[in-house]
């Protein structure tokens, strides 16, 4: 009986390993742990994908809408890549205020946005007329 009952209790401790093993592949295959992004036209696992592709200190161009270019970077410097992107277009940085970049070009203002998505990627919301 106390065999019998050891048994069982082995089957059910490994199908309960396999069923845990198995739900903890698929988040993190999905990449489902990372945070969610403002946007639905690229999933997390596209947007780590097209980032991890491109040369390592890259703004990469992950999504757009019809406002907005959302872009990723690695955290070192992100700022300065911003402001970067945005003098290689003809704008002048003005500000600072938080996270909103101020850009002037041709008496006309724009704001881009920078927030933290993971400890590694900043994502930066860049408004989609910005560039020319």
């Not at 390592?56 to 992100?78: I, M, N, P, Q």
């Not at 003809?90 to 041709?106: M, N, V, Y």
């Amino acid at each position: 009986m106390k065999n019998l009952l050891a048994r069982r209790l082995v089957y059910i401790c490994g199908l309960l390993t396999l069923c845990l093993s198995a739900i903890a592949g698929v988040i993190f295959w999905s990449k489902s742990y990372y945070p969610p992004l403002p946007f639905d036209s690229v999933s997390r696992k596209e947007a780590l994908a097209i980032i991890r592709q491109a040369p390592s200190g890259a703004l990469v161009k992950v999504a757009e809408d019809a406002r907005f270019d959302w872009y990723l970077t690695e955290t070192r410097d992100a700022s300065a890549k911003v402001k970067r992107w945005f003098a290689d277009r003809g704008w002048t940085f003005k500000d600072q205020e938080g996270a909103g970049l101020f850009f002037e070009r041709d008496n006309r203002k724009v704001i881009a946005t920078t927030r933290q998505w993971t400890g590694r990627y900043v994502l930066c919301q860049m408004p989609a007329d910005a560039a020319p």
